[in-house]
């Protein structure tokens, strides 16, 4: 596996793909004549000439045409690397640090944000990029995933977390300073600020009173890098990055926002390998779909109408829970029948549980429940629906796609699962359901 898990360059490696689409371009052959049958011979002809298809690069931003020929001089940029050097120092002096790097990449009007969390004190470094986690304590170094809370891999720490990664899974290179993680590796170059991003970095320009610096690179990459004239510490970085590969000229804009601190940490680096299982490899950390008689994960989600609800507390009854989502075509159509069932469950005095359970939304905060409460309330369901803000339920369910139906029995063990809905008879889910949860209440034998 190619450090599907080491892939905190998500942002850049999406820009990378889309580029790919304009680096090439594939024309498709006739075959052969159909019946096999040989076409009589015909002088040689040139190939008549094929008109390239017409593309307009889309132009990235001018992120560094305030710099002015004062701020290119030879004093500006030695300045500058003085500067580099002094930020370089604030990361090393830290005893402890903490930063949320926002990294967002614009193609052709089409935005995607992805966010690094990152930490580090005496015991280690910690790296977050969301359902991943990648740990260096106890002298290894640990690779987790939100999908598979209970697993873990471990390789022995070699100099540094980078290093580790980098001899155990082919590669690893964040799109950030060195500073941020592994300051004592340091040497203040221009180098460790910016050529993850941009391969033979040069610093160009110095802003002494805006505490910028400007930084160019291969195939026309610009760079601003902006610091805080009180920590010394990187604030915010904007890119324009020449992917390899991609067309001559082409730029992908990138926005980096950082939100450091040098306070204690809340939570100390560390690691416990108690109760949890070790795997071999990433590919162990996929998410494991739930089976039929496995002890259902529990939760604790809030409804639309913000009333908490525990698995727990609902020991004793027959719980079915739905997943679902506003932009799922399928969820939407088997959503009614669910409700019809959650009729008939309610007029039927049993004990049994039902609940929509929103997830893998786009939107989010309180944009998401407005949306999905502002949905469910004009759709008039029977059930109440749990909104899942994080995916950590879906995620310890281990269903990869939805509509997912499962029926809970009175013990808290899974009973039935239903994946996706069938498009030619959507309501057979209604009568699946029922005999599902007659049998889960029917008493055990002996």
């Known amino acids: ?35 096999g049958a040989t076409p009589p011979a015909a002088a040689p002809t040139a190939p008549p ?22 701020m290119k001089t030879p004093e500006a940029i030695k300045a500058g690397e003085e500067l580099i050097k002094k930020v370089a120092k604030s990361y090393r002096d830290a005893k402890s640090f903490s930063d949320t790097v926002s990294i967002t990449i614009d193609m052709m009007g089409q ?115 902006t610091f805080d004239a009180k920590t010394s510490l990187l604030t915010s970085a904007l890119v324009n990055m020449a992917p390899p590969g991609a067309p001559e000229g082409m730029l ?11 306070a204690a940490l809340k939570d100390k680096i560390a690691f416990d390998e108690t109760g949890k299982k070790q795997v071999d490899s990433p590919d162990g950390l996929q ?18 109408d913000g009333k908490e609800v525990t698995l727990a507390s609902l020991k004793g009854k027959v719980v ?18 669910v409700s019809s069932f959650a009729k008939w469950a309610k007029e039927s005095g049993k004990p049994i549980e039902v609940f929509g359970l929103n997830c893998l939304e786009q939107k989010k905060g309180d944009e ?6 502002d949905f469910w309330t004009k759709q008039a369901f029977t059930m109440p629906c749990l ?24 013990d808290g063990k899974i009973v039935a699962i239903h994946n996706g809905i069938d498009p030619q008879n959507p309501a057979k889910i209604i009568d699946q359901l029922k005999d599902e949860c007659e049998k889960a209440l029917a008493p055990k034998a002996g």
């Open 1 to 35: 596996m190619t450090m599907s898990l080491s892939h905190a360059r998500v942002a850049l490696a999406a820009g990378l793909v889309a580029c790919g689409a304009f680096a090439s371009t594939a024309f498709a052959q006739d075959g052969a004549p159909a019946g």
């Open 49 to 70: 000439e094929v008109e390239p298809p017409q593309f307009e690069m889309p132009k990235a931003p001018e992120i560094g045409k305030d710099f002015t020929d004062a």
């Open 111 to 225: 935005k995607q944000t992805q966010a690094i969390a990152l930490a580090r004190d005496e015991n280690g470094a910690r790296l977050e990029m969301g359902p991943m986690g990648i740990i260096s304590a106890n002298k290894k170094v640990y690779l987790t995933s939100a999908d598979s809370a209970n697993k873990f891999v471990a390789y022995p720490l070699d100099g540094t977390m980078s290093k580790t990664l980098a001899k155990e899974l082919g590669g690893f290179d964040l799109p950030l300073p060195t500073w941020l993680l592994e300051p004592s590796e340091s040497n203040g170059s221009i180098a460790e600020l910016a050529e993850k991003i941009m391969p033979t970095a040069v610093l160009a320009g110095f802003d002494a009173a805006k505490g910028k610096v400007l930084v160019t690179g291969a195939g026309g990459s610009v760079a601003v890098f």
């Open 252 to 262: 992908i804009p990138l926005t980096l926002a950082f939100t450091p601190s040098t």
């Open 287 to 304: 998410a494991q779909a739930i089976e039929i008689g496995a002890e259902a994960p529990t939760f604790a989600l809030k409804t639309t």
């Open 320 to 337: 079915v829970v739905d997943f679902w989502a506003e932009w799922c075509g399928p969820c939407k159509r088997g959503l009614p029948h």
């Open 368 to 373: 998401r429940i407005a949306s999905v409460t």
């Open 387 to 410: 909104i899942d803000m994080d995916d950590t339920v879906i995620r310890a369910y281990g269903f990869t796609g939805i509509p997912a139906t499962v029926v809970v029995g009175p």
